[in-house]
Structures are given as structure tokens and as C-alpha cells.
């Protein structure tokens, strides 16, 4: 797909100006993307590269738990999971909690690597004031958030009112500061696939730095064909920019075959550019242990069961 450079720059000039990008980006064909999304689904590895694909996806893990029942205690046992997730694994990319369990978090993680992300901006239905929104944002990286998952308003989207959601990511972006925003589309509730290429062009143009698919509240979540438009998108946003951008699945992703499907995705579409956890994400609560599971499995040769795991 081509789209001009020269068109970019005053691209959210007006509300007609973003309109007329937006809808002139190519349509998706519905029926091929399902179609490549199912043949790439398909295909199996072998042993060795099984293994290697195993510990790439546990590294690309944003081990998650968002309930309202959440207490620092199993925030801290979940870092302890994320460091150290057992067996000789490697550490996951992130762990992502509620805004008022960062704190917890940054002291539970503090020098292993791993990566404080939160949800802000009136998670998971985005429904509140760009003044809640930036706020909730601030608050989060204050206490040490080094990524910051926002919600578009997604009945902003859906009626046409696009420079709203341009500039409530362009604001939320701002009171980032040193983090990185993933900007979640929400695609369960976008209902075309066009939608979900407008969306992700949106957010990127707004300065997002991950595209992600789902709060992880919302079915479907994070299908293959929808991963595969939103890949198809930062390949060529990078091809019309020169800036690359990383997507997150999130929601649904529970098993070892889900994850390696997703990475032929991404090795097929983006290419192996993306294959690393700093441009590709698997947001999940069951996945690791499933992971764990299998890479036992290979080790091996014999499953241990999922009582032998922590619980996420």
C-alpha cells in the first residue's frame, strides 16, 4: 500500500482533512484477510524452532492482571512470576497493573529489567474528560510507569469525529513524557476491518509508539485477521515515515499455539524487524503458564501440569 509523505505532515489539519486521509487509505479485502490470516495460521515448526519460539514469545509477555480485585500482594507475586517465570525461562517484557498498583510494582521490579506498564485514561471504556484522562496518565508515570496503555474514545471514533481522538492521543502522549504509549484500539467494538486500519493510521499518526488490539474486556479481542491489518499498517506507516511502531494482541491470546501464530503473522507481514519485545507485545494473564507448560514439554518430553505453575 502506498500512501504519500507529502500528505502527513497536514494530515490533522481539520477534521476534513483527517476525513479525507482516513477514508482514502485502501479498503481491506474482509475475506482475503481472513483467508491469509487462517493459511498462516496453519503453518507448523519444527523442534528446535518451536523452543526458540517459545522463549521469544514468554519475552514478548506483558503479564497482566487488571481486576477490581487486585491487591498489592498479588502484584508483587506476579512480578516475582515475571522475573523468574521458571524452569531457566527468560524474563517477560512487561507487567501491566491498574494506575494505583504501579507503585508496587516499580518497587517489585526495580533492576530486573522488566517493564512497568499501566492502563490510564478511564480504562477499559475510555468514558471520562481529556482532563481525567491526562491526569490519570500523569499520575501513572509519576509513580514510575515506564509504559502507559490508553483507550481511544471509541464513540468518538465511530461517529466521524476523528481530530477528538487525534488530539486526546496527542495530549495523553504529552503527559507521558519518557514512557511509551500503546494505544488501545478496542477492534471488538470497530466492527470493520477498514475501521481497524483507520484507527491504527490515527494512533500512530497521533504519536502512539504500540498499537494495541484490546482492553481485553471486549470480544473478540485480538483475531488473527485483525493483527494481521494492524502489522500490514506499521509496516507501511514505517515505509511512508521511516518511524517504526510495535502492536499488541492483547486479550484471548491463551495458548502456546496462539503465540506462535502470531509471530508467523508478524514474521510474514512486518517482517523480522518486529520480532523483538521492544516492537511486539502478547498482552495475556493464562499465557505464560501455557508457555511453561510446553517448554517443559520439549525439555523434557513430558507435561507437567498446570498446578506445577504459579497462578498468574
Request: glycine share 8%; net charge neutral; with cysteine.
Amino acid at each position: 500500500m502506498s500512501v504519500a509523505t507529502t500528505s502527513l505532515a497536514d494530515v490533522a489539519s481539520s477534521e476534513a482533512a483527517l476525513r479525507a486521509f482516513l477514508h482514502g487509505l485502501p479498503g481491506v479485502d474482509r475475506v482475503g484477510a481472513d483467508q491469509r490470516a487462517a493459511m498462516l495460521g496453519t503453518r507448523s515448526i519444527k523442534t528446535t524452532a518451536k523452543a526458540q519460539a517459545i522463549d521469544l514469545a514468554i519475552s514478548m509477555v506483558d503479564l497482566t492482571t487488571l481486576e477490581g480485585a487486585d491487591t498489592a500482594g498479588k502484584v508483587r507475586a506476579m512480578c516475582t512470576k515475571a522475573v523468574h517465570p521458571g524452569g531457566g525461562a527468560p524474563r517477560v517484557a512487561a507487567v501491566c497493573v491498574y494506575p494505583d498498583l504501579v507503585e508496587v510494582a516499580v518497587q517489585a521490579l526495580a533492576g530486573t529489567g522488566v517493564k512497568v506498564a499501566s492502563v490510564a485514561t478511564a480504562f477499559p471504556s475510555g468514558r471520562s474528560s481529556l482532563e481525567v484522562k491526562v491526569s490519570d496518565t500523569a499520575l501513572a508515570v509519576a509513580a514510575g510507569a515506564d509504559e502507559i496503555d490508553m483507550v481511544i474514545d471509541r464513540g468518538a471514533f465511530l461517529s466521524g469525529r476523528y481530530l477528538k481522538v487525534f488530539e486526546e492521543i496527542v495530549a495523553v502522549k504529552a503527559a507521558c513524557g519518557p514512557a511509551h504509549l500503546k494505544v488501545i484500539l478496542e477492534t471488538g467494538e470497530l466492527a470493520t476491518y477498514d475501521n481497524v486500519r483507520r484507527a491504527s493510521w490515527l494512533a500512530m499518526l497521533a504519536g502512539a509508539d504500540f498499537i494495541k488490539t484490546s482492553t481485553g474486556k471486549v470480544a473478540p479481542a485480538a483475531t488473527l485477521p485483525v493483527t494481521l491489518i494492524m502489522l500490514e499498517a506499521v509496516r507501511d506507516f514505517r515505509d511512508a515515515t521511516g518511524r517504526q511502531v510495535g502492536v499488541k494482541p492483547a486479550g484471548g491470546i491463551r495458548t502456546t499455539k496462539d503465540a506462535i501464530k502470531n509471530l508467523v503473522l508478524v514474521h510474514e507481514t512486518a517482517g523480522d524487524d518486529w520480532l523483538s519485545p521492544d516492537w511486539f507485545r502478547l498482552g495475556a494473564s493464562s499465557l505464560l503458564n501455557d508457555l511453561l507448560m510446553q517448554r517443559q514439554k520439549l525439555a523434557t518430553g513430558r507435561y507437567a501440569g498446570p498446578d506445577y505453575f504459579t497462578l498468574d
